[in-house]
């Protein structure tokens, strides 16, 4: 179920994404895409913390 529980965050996106579109607001799903778009990219390219010491 790890895969499962991994998938949601993405598919809660989507899902709101493709509401914001039916709604009509398509500057603001295009915001929420590119905000989570930054948020992947940044959690994959940060630096490691190191432990202290």
């Known amino acids: 179920m790890t895969t499962a529980r991994g998938l949601l965050p993405w598919l809660g996106v989507l899902a709101l994404v493709m509401l914001l ?10 915001a929420v895409s590119l905000a989570w778009l930054a948020w992947c990219v940044w959690t994959w390219v ?3 913390r190191r432990p202290p010491g």
């Open 21 to 30: 579109s039916a709604l009509r607001m398509r500057p603001l799903a295009t």
């Open 46 to 48: 940060r630096p490691t």
